[in-house]
């Protein structure tokens, strides 16, 4: 089995914030436009390009569980920083403050948890807790697992090309085969990298996407011209990765 390039190339330190995160990055109309780019791309070229867009390259369970931990004890502090008064203290009273007990506090406690455990599952705030080394590698991994289930790596003359995006690390990954990277090099997939990152920036994905694909139909085209024999050896469309919740 072939092995494809490991030099991957995602946006730099300063371009981590560079566009916005959205759980829904592309429209059904958009997904069909970026497709179509991909087929005009490949009349040219007998190289294959791929598209993936997923939500997240990992499930970071371990950073929901500390932001869980974290609304648990914010709400034993409130908790516990509230007047206590006896049982038997007038309704009033009780309107200003609550009494104190093991059992209430364990149940603030649970109830807690399980709500700010299913808060970070559903927002970005478990950012919060994990390391921009940890993000990097997480897409790094997703994206050299997707770039041969894809099947990439399986191309007749070694030249598939990968863009792949993953929306909550706010990274893009441009993985090369070997034969077409060891053309072109780093600098042109930091170039393609860069026209998606443009587009994010600007409110405009979808074009930025397309003008990546464009970029890396240009570049096979002119060193894996379209041949006589030339079949589509992928299909046209964009990968839809949505993260199951089963994921690590």
């Not at 603030?108 to 559903?122: D, E, G, H, P």
């Amino acid at each position: 089995m072939r092995k494809a390039c490991p030099k991957i190339h995602h946006e730099d330190a300063k371009n981590h914030e560079a566009f916005p995160m959205k759980r829904k990055l592309l429209s059904e109309e958009d997904k069909t436009a970026v497709a179509q780019a991909i087929k005009k791309a490949e009349t040219v070229t007998s190289g294959e390009i791929v598209f993936a867009l997923t939500d997240a390259s990992a499930m970071y369970r371990h950073a929901i569980f500390q932001g869980a931990l974290l609304g648990m004890a914010a709400a034993t502090a409130i908790y516990r920083a509230l007047p206590n008064v006896p049982y038997y203290a007038t309704i009033q009273a009780l309107a200003l403050s609550i009494a104190h007990s093991i059992p209430i506090l364990l149940s603030l406690q649970l109830v807690s948890l399980a709500v700010s455990y299913a808060l970070f599952s559903y927002f970005p705030w478990k950012r919060w807790f994990i390391s921009a080394r940890e993000l990097e590698a997480r897409v790094r991994e997703a994206a050299l697992l997707e770039f041969y289930a894809s099947g990439l790596y399986r191309t007749r003359e070694e030249n598939g090309v990968l863009i792949y995006l993953s929306v909550f690390e706010r990274r893009v990954v441009v993985l090369g085969d070997r034969g077409i990277h060891e053309k072109m090099g780093s600098p042109h997939w930091d170039e393609v990298r860069d026209l998606i990152i443009q587009g994010m920036r600007e409110g405009r994905p979808r074009e930025g996407i397309c003008a990546a694909v464009e970029a890396c139909g240009k570049a096979l085209a002119q060193h894996f011209p379209r041949r006589a024999d030339d079949v589509n050896e992928l299909p046209d469309r964009v990968l839809d990765r949505t993260l199951k919740p089963d994921a690590s």
